[in-house]
């Protein structure tokens, strides 16, 4: 049992330097006169100043040191109640709360079944292949339970991991394998990034990165002659290095503008109809809608010009650059974090294979590269184990961003990539790793939902929106206070990650909490196979052990990588995946698709009849367009100073804040016309609620629309109202909540539009790092769940 101290000055004072990693970077830590120096490693050459959040964030005050149990819970028992969020917690000692917690599970499975418990992991967790929270509560909620109600996609590409199959192949060999960033930088040409290449992205990697390298790359690009063009409302969106051709196309007007340019593409009779016919199918269909036969507009650059604010002739001149150069199209994640979401990603596919680009080396379709560190690499040449999960006796899913209507709607149909399904009656939520109050939209109607259920299980180490909501906190451990192995197929660098302090207060990792509650229930033994930590560590180790003894490299063992705290393991050549592979020889290697072939319209989707979602790539209109009432187009992208909102209270993410709030950017001319300088606070709103935030003002966001990165802790002024004021601001009290389309069913959060004004009271304290103070404990819990 892991000794606990109350979130006192650590005991563990490990001396010299420990190895790390993060999904900001390898790392090492050392104690120097007390406190925790975090040195990036040194093969990086440019490093990510997110891996300094650690040190604040250690022993933040944020941090939850004991569990905690909602009041209403304990003198009510399990129930729908809108007290969640509202409500005093009572402290718990271990043991009572997971007899508790056991006892309410027990009673969840047998009066429900196990389709009535929603895994609701959803987060990066931790970069360690051991300690991934998604996969602990997984593989207790099948051992332990038998299955759960799980998700399925993600955020980020929702919309694009359900497309790209039916239109090309699997996503992650479309994403991971079609392209490769040192053959960008010696063929490419021509870089049109349709939502930008922001390096801030792409200094993020699941389970880890050892060299940022992106911004190098595109410099090299630069430098050979190479020319970039940035589509998207935000100068930053690419580095200003390479930023040669920005393009301030209306946010959401990105179809319009790639169909004009296949447009004249075919005017021009510079298209390769060679190529077209060889590699796809449904280009006559397509070409009816592109010309104007099948619905009398003709998608040409003036039709695009009044969608997207471009004038005529720039999206002429740009079509017109593209024929005979290696051109790489490029769609970041935010493109399709949209209503019709699906839509951009589909057509810049059709755009790269209209001019014969798709699988040449540095060229073509390039969906999200540059979104993530883990795109454009080169993957191992040996395996890299996980945590078995065990197998999931429920067949139950949801496409993840869709949780709010499932709580709200269940045994209500809804439709998902060809389906007709049915959402599911959620009794318990089981969550560890993530924060829905931060990464869903429209919290407001999230917090009616989670009123919905009898119990919410939370594992948290932090105070988070989603923490203060649950019946349960369990406090757990970040990395730096457990051991566990750093790795990535698509990194070289294998880390053995090293404790660096003591658990804070009597926080404990997930597998001792899993643990404690399997064998509570009866299947400890199955859970924990009967490992520790350590040798489960071992054993997770010993797959790549193998692989590189079977291949012939250098293969330390266990205790020679911990001791050296790295080893590096052997990558595969470049090759371009299926796509490149299809294109050699389409006869021999055709694509997974139901042609065989690229698919610019798609018969399976035709059949659908999707209205949100027809058979080929097409303009849509969007719903959340600019009004008197809401004037201005809202960016809500990802942050710069930490991955979503971990960490959202460590030094360098509370650094880059402004008065203790997050930091919108908007244009001077917006600015001025509503009395705002530089550096007042603002008030952003709309019909589904309003958040303060500090401004930038900037000509870097082009004018009409306003930026306001996610992430900052959910802090509602008053959370006895139904739609409380965030005074932090987090932007996703303002985003709609409404599916892609009914193909994809992914998050739409990127893009709303709000009103916003300069702010002239009383500055509200940022109240959502301080800890909730304990109320004293009701009468005997009852189990029994209200009916």
Known sequence: MTKAHDGKPNDIRPSGRMTHSSHWGAFSGEWVNDQLV?????????????????????????????????????????????????????????????????????????????????????????????????????????????????????????????????????????????????????????????????????????????????????????????????????????????????????????????????????????????????????????????????????????????????????????????????????????????????????????????????????????YALGAIANYGRRYNAVPIAGLPQGKNGVADFIPVARISDMLLKPNQPFDYNGKRMTYPDIKLVYWAGGNPFHHHQDINRLRSAFAQIDTLVVHELAWTGTARHADIVLPVTMSLEREDIGSAQTDPLMVAMHQMAEPFG?????????????????????????????????????????????????????????????????????????????????????LPTPSGKVEIFSATIAGFNYADCPGHPAWLTPIDVPTAETPLHLVANQPASRLHSQLDFGGHSAAEKRRGREVARMHPTDAAAREIADGDIIRLFNERGACLASVVVTEDVMAGVIQLPTGAYYDPEDINEDKPLCVHGNPNVLTRDVGTSSLAQGCTGQLTVVQVEKFTGNLPPIQCYDPPVPVARPKPPRLEAAE
Request: hydrophobic content about 40%; some cysteine; overall charge negative.
């Open 506 to 590: 009597q926080a404990r990792n997930d597998y001792e909490i899993f643990s404690g509650l399997a064998e509570r229930l009866g299947k400890g033994a199955e859970f924990t196979e009967g490992r520790s930590v350590r040798e489960w560590l071992q054993h997770l180790y010993k797959t790549t052990y193998d692989g590189l003894v079977a291949g012939g490299h250098e293969a330390p063992d266990f205790e020679t990588f911990w001791a050296n705290g790295e080893v590096l393991l052997p990558q595969k050549p470049l090759d371009g995946g299926t796509l490149r592979a299809f294109v050699n020889d389409p006869a021999a290697h055709p």
């Open 38 to 366: 975090i040195s990036p490693h040194p093969i990086d050459p440019d490093p990510n100043p997110i891996i300094q959040n650690f040190p604040e964030a250690l022993r933040h005050k944020a941090r939850i040191a004991k569990p905690m149990v909602r009041r209403g819970w304990l003198e009510h028992g399990p129930g729908p109640s809108d007290r969640r969020g509202r409500d005093g917690f009572v402290e718990m000692e271990w043991d009572e709360v997971l007899d508790l917690l056991a006892g309410e599970l027990k009673r969840v499975k047998d009066k429900h079944g196990p389709q009535a418990v929603f895994g609701g992991s959803y987060g990066w967790s931790s970069a360690g292949r051991f300690h991934h929270a998604q996969s602990q509560v997984h593989r207790f909620l099948n051992f332990a339970l038998g299955g759960y109600v799980r998700s399925v996609n993600s955020y980020s590409a929702g919309a694009s991991t359900v497309i790209i199959p039916r239109i090309l192949g699997d996503y992650e060999d479309m994403t991971r394998r079609n392209i490769g960033w040192d053959e960008v930088v010696e063929h490419c040409d021509l870089v049109v990034a349709f939502g930008g290449m922001n390096t801030k992205n792409s200094r993020v990697a699941g389970g880890g990165i050892s060299k940022h390298t992106e911004h190098r790359d595109m410099i090299a690009v630069s430098k050979r002659g190479g020319e970039f063009v940035l589509i998207s409302p935000l100068k930053t969106d690419l580095p200003d290095e390479v930023n040669q051709d920005w393009l301030q196309a209306t946010p959401g007007s990105d179809v319009a503008l790639m169909l004009a340019l296949a447009h004249t593409l075919v005017m021009d009779g510079t298209h390769d109809r060679a190529f077209i016919d060889r590699c796809s199918v449904g280009f006559d269909e397509f070409e009816k809608y592109l010309m104007g036969r099948s619905d009398g507009q003709p998608k040409d650059a003036a039709w695009a010009a009044d969608i997207t604010g471009l004038e005529a002739d720039v999206i002429l001149k740009l079509a017109r650059r593209l024929p005979g150069k290696r051109v790489l199209f490029t769609v970041a994640h935010s493109l399709q974090r949209a209503r019709h979401g699906e839509q951009p990603v589909w057509m810049s596919a059709v755009l790269a294979t209209m001019l014969g680009q798709i699988g040449l080396p540095g060229g073509g379709f390039g």
